[in-house]
Each structure stands twice: as C-alpha cells, then as structure tokens.
C-alpha cells in the first residue's frame, strides 16, 4: 500500500542552525511533491513544490530536494530562527485520484 | 480579499446528530477538498470535489456526506453515522486537480461531540 513516512519525533535545533526534515514514500510515483507549513489551530500554508526532475529547489532560506531514486525528499531551513517553529507537511498526489496525500508531519522547535 | 471561509470555528454537537460545516471560496479554483485532522495526526482526505455537481470519496468518507451544487461552495455534512467525529476539520481548494498546483486551506473548524 501507498505510505508517506515523516519522522514523527519533534526536531528541536538551536537558532542559526540548518533544521533538515525527511519524507519517505513508498508505492508512489509522484511526478510532483509539496512541502506545506501548518501552525497550531491554523490551516496549513503552502511552501515549496518541486518537479520529479528537479533534483533541488530554492526559496530564500528554504531548500527542498527530490531522490526519485530513493524516493524521498529533504526540506532545509537555513539559518533557523524561533518564527520557524511549525509543523511541516510534505505532500503527494495520490496514485489514481485527482488528491493530495499528506504525510503526519514533523514538529520543528527552533530553540533562541 | 481572496481566500477560503469555514464556519463555525468551533462546534459542539450532542451525540445522534447531524451537523453541517461550511466551506466558501471566492478563488474561482475548480478542486475542493475536506480533510480531518486528530490531534498529534496528518490530514486524512475525507471527500473532493473537481468540478460542480461532482464529487469522489476519500480514504475515510464512511459516515459524512457533502454536496457540491455551486463552484464557490463545498459544505461537509458530519452524520450521525460517524462515530467518532470529534476532530478538526479543514477545507482546501486549488485551481487544478494537477499535482503542479497549491492547495490552499481554510482556518478550520473544530468539531467536539458532547
């Protein structure tokens, strides 16, 4: 069956330091993939989308990339700072369906 | 402004009763999605709507229903059938069912049975 594996643990870094945030899938193909940013009570707020062939893709201090071959993508934030605390949510469209599927997310504490 | 309207924020609702969410957007996208979200959980895709007077069940539909009679509107209704329905709820829409095209969310209602 189709899985989007986020580490479910919450990462907690310093200020000023790289938070890297992992997204597995299995059983997916997906031709494109999503990061998406959801502060607690709120709706998620989308980020970043990156193509099946683009290996990297930036947007200030974001940087996402995209491992076709490992099936995974890494979500850098550089130079963190506590304003980045979130949980963030990687994405897929569902094999199939014309629907995003969200992974659980990861927790990201950025400590001042 | 553009954006997506739910309501209520909150609801509260006594067990054995059906209840409505609204979802409103005046994005002009085509797609339209209701998602539930439990507490420490991912979103899990309840129901979606591509175009008018359509719409295909998600992973968990058992026990909700929705309607999709104008573009601008997609609202969800919680039936008594949903045995555990307390959770927050969110609506979301985008211009194009492609994977190439952002979703964007409403603010959620939070639903609590009594």
């Known amino acids: 069956s189709q899985k989007i594996e986020q580490n479910s643990e919450a990462l907690n870094i310093q200020e000023g330091k790289t938070a890297t945030l992992t997204c597995n899938y299995t059983?997916?193909?997906?031709?494109?993939l999503q990061w998406y940013r959801q502060d607690p009570g709120r709706g998620p707020v989308f980020l970043l989308l990156?193509?099946?062939?683009?290996k990297e893709k930036r947007k200030e201090r974001l940087k996402v990339t995209f491992d076709t071959t490992l099936k995974q993508s890494l979500f850098h934030i550089t130079a963190s700072q506590p304003a980045d605390s979130a949980t963030y949510l990687c994405?897929?469209?569902?094999?199939?369906?014309?629907?995003?599927?969200f992974g659980s997310g990861t927790r990201l504490q950025v400590q001042p | 402004d553009g954006g997506i309207t739910q309501s209520p924020k909150y609801l509260f609702r006594k067990e054995g009763q059906n209840v409505t969410l609204s979802c409103e957007q005046n994005l002009n996208h085509d797609a339209m999605y209701w998602y539930r979200q439990d507490p420490g959980q991912g979103l899990r895709l309840i129901y979606y709507?591509?175009?008018?007077?359509?719409?295909q069940k998600g992973d968990i539909a058992e026990g909700y229903s929705v309607s999709r009679e104008k573009k601008e509107s997609f609202p969800l209704t919680v039936t008594s059938a949903q045995k555990n329905p307390t959770a927050f709820y969110l609506c979301a829409s985008r211009m194009g069912t492609g994977g190439d095209n952002e979703q964007f969310f409403g603010p959620g209602t939070r639903l609590t049975v009594l």
């Open positions: 709507s591509q175009i008018v007077n359509d719409f």
């Open positions: 990156i193509r099946e062939n683009e």
């Open positions: 059983n997916y193909s997906p031709a494109y």
């Open positions: 994405a897929l469209d569902g094999t199939g369906r014309r629907a995003l599927t």
